[in-house]
């Protein structure tokens, strides 16, 4: 392998969202809420080995830190410098579909010394039960089109510290405290934009809420619009899941038979228990009803896990949103559609702040 150049054939991951738990953590000493209170990263699972991880960071001059906040966590990053990365994406779409997972492959190379100087700053956030290096396609792709990219790995994901999740709400305190020590050390040239994904983009869009963290710009990918009615739609979804590969159908199978006839009502308020936190008042849509940064939604109009009614009501609550609705795009495969969606975000980003108010978005 030439050595300034990364490649991975075929990256198998799960989908950003809460299903990534119930898939693969499945016990039978372990109860239901507690998939919904712990993510799997923090077991060893992580997007890429050390050794890879280590390779592609490497290749990429990505600078890496591990950042103490005043909210008593210490939350891990890579930044990615602007730069020609020769990046080439590859994604199988008809093979992700059948087998339900994540079936993509890309290239790069080391971009030329020095670097030019960053057009802005993009924030990305990976979903639950992931990581930052998941986004590492996105972070070359907006670094490609002139931005510094940093990835973060939320509290209780990847490198980062133990904390207890708050859906969005204590996830958004910690970036918005990484923030000013981001700006303090240089790091975060303005404009300050936010990519998140699920569980991430709902971080992104409550940190952008806040005024004092002068977000530029919000790229939300299927985020949702209220907790526990997120947990309700997810669960059911999951357990009546017959597709994928053997593995997936055997483990989908074991999720049936332990949790067929669960209470979800008794889950949520368990969930909400041990995170002391009522998951069935967050009301995210509730919270993003004030002034708010240009913010596009993007969701895919075959998303199960998360119904695209959960974007059309966060649309509802925004008027600085603007909503793309993506015909046949499931959970799984619209974080992966950077060959469809990759392009026209930059370009949304680029067009920030619009002299008619905030851009739309569309694929034609």
Known sequence: MNPLRARLPALRAGVAALV???????SASTSLSRHVVTPPTQAG????DDATRARFLHIAGARQGRTALDTGVELAWYAIE????????RIDIEAMRRASALIIGFDFRAAPLPPPAPVGTLILLHGWGLDGDALLPWSLHFANAGYRAIAVDL?????SGRASAGYGTREAMDLAALLRVLREQGLATEPVHLFGVSYGAVTALLTAADPQTGIGGVVALEPFAHAGSAIRDMLPTMLKRRGGNWRQRMLSRALRLRYAGHDIDRVVAAASAALDLDLDSLDIAERLAGDMPCVILVHGDADRHLPITHSRRLAQSMPSARLLEVADETHLTLPARM?????PLAAWLGALPGEDGCPSLSLR
């Open 155 to 159: 509290r209780n994901h990847g490198r």
């Open 82 to 89: 602007p730069g020609d990365y020769r990046l080439d994406y």
């Open 20 to 26: 990534i738990a119930l898939l693969t953590a499945c």
């Open 45 to 48: 699972r992580a997007t890429f």
């Open 339 to 343: 060959d469809l969606l990759g392009d």
